[in-house]
C-alpha cells in the first residue's frame, strides 16, 4: 500500500482550506494533517473546504495531553474538529501511565475514541518533552493507541531513532517529516529535506513499516521540493508537480 503524502498546516498557517489543499496537490501530494486551536487559516474553511478543493484530510491535531490533569476528558467534548472515523493527534505526558495517572490518561483515550470511532485513531505523537519511547510503548498496550512518527520529535527524545521508530511500529501508521541537523536535533532549525541528510528521514520511515500517509511539517522554504521528495520515494510514478502560486509559500 503507497501511503498519502502532502502537508501540515502547521507548515502554511496563513494559507486558508483552499489555499493549503492547492498547495499540496499542486506539489504532487494528495493529503494534508491540520491542527485545530493554533489560529491556523484552513479554520475558516474548516474540513469541507479542505475535501472540496481535492485534499484527503489525514488527521486533525488538538492540544490534549494525555495524563495532564489541565485536559480532563470533560474538556475534550468542547473540541471542534475531531470527527467520527477520522483520526486525531494528541500529546503524552511524561508520566501518562504511571499509577497515579492512568486512570487520567485511560479516561481522556475513551473520550476522544468517543469522538472520533475507536481508540487506535488516537494518534499519540513523538515530540520533545513529552513521553520518551518506551512509555509510548506501554501506552499504546494498555490504552489502544496509536503513535504519530514525527521524525525530528522521535529524534530529540530518542538517540537511536531507526531502533525507536522500529520498536513502535506496531502502532504506527502516520508520519510527519521535516529535515534538520541529525546531530544537534534538539537545537536543530528546520532544513529542506534533501539537504538534511534525507537518507536518514529514510531509514526512520522504513523501520516505521507501513504507513498510510507521510506528510510534510516544516517551516523551511522548501515545501514543494520536500512533498516531491517525499513522491519520488513513495510515488515515483506520479505526475511531475505543478508550479505553486507564488503567496503558497507565506
Known amino acids: 500500500m503507497r501511503p498519502l503524502i502532502g502537508l501540515s498546516s502547521g507548515s502554511a498557517p496563513g494559507l ?15 493529503a494534508v494533517d491540520v491542527r485545530e486551536g493554533k489560529g491556523h ?3 475558516t474553511g474548516g474540513l ?19 495524563g495532564d490533569a489541565a485536559h480532563p476528558p ?8 475531531p470527527e467520527r472515523g477520522l483520526p486525531v493527534k494528541v500529546f503524552a505526558a511524561a508520566g501518562c501511565t504511571a499509577h497515579e495517572r492512568i486512570a487520567l490518561t485511560l479516561a481522556q483515550v475513551e473520550a476522544l475514541a468517543a469522538r472520533v470511532g475507536d481508540r487506535s485513531l488516537v494518534l499519540v505523537e513523538t515530540h520533545h518533552g513529552y513521553a520518551p519511547v518506551p512509555e509510548l510503548e506501554e501506552l499504546c498496550r494498555r490504552a489502544g493507541t496509536s503513535v504519530l512518527l514525527d521524525t525530528m520529535g522521535l ?16 502502532w504506527v501508521s502516520y508520519a510527519q517529516v521535516k529535515g534538520f ?19 536518514l528521514n529514510r531509514r526512520v520511515l522504513d523501520a516505521a513499516g507501513e504507513l498510510r500517509a507521510v506528510t ?4 523551511a522554504p522548501s515545501l514543494v521540493e520536500d512533498i516531491a ?14 508550479a505553486p502560486r507564488e503567496e503558497t509559500t507565506s
Not at 469541507?48 to 494525555?66: E, H, N, P, S
Not at 470533560?74 to 474538529?81: E, M, P, S, T, V
Not at 530529540?156 to 513502535?168: K, Q
Open 16 to 30: 486558508d482550506a483552499t489555499e493549503l489543499a492547492g498547495l499540496a496537490l499542486s506539489a504532487g501530494g494528495t
Open 41 to 43: 487559516a484552513w479554520e
Open 48 to 66: 469541507d473546504g479542505l475535501r472540496t478543493a481535492g485534499a484527503k484530510v489525514c488527521f486533525v491535531g488538538v492540544g490534549t495531553v494525555l
Open 74 to 81: 470533560i474538556a475534550i467534548g468542547d473540541l471542534r474538529w
Open 155 to 170: 529524534a530529540r527524545i530518542d538517540d537511536d531513532p531507526v531502533a525507536a521508530a522500529a520498536r513502535l511500529a506496531p
Open 181 to 199: 541537523d541529525w546531530d544537534q536535533p534538539g537545537t536543530s532549525r528546520h532544513r529542506p529535506l534533501a539537504s538534511a541528510r534525507p537518507e
Open 216 to 219: 510534510v511539517e516544516s517551516k
Open 229 to 242: 521528495l517525499l513522491c519520488e520515494w513513495y510515488v515515483p510514478d506520479a505526475p511531475a508537480p505543478r
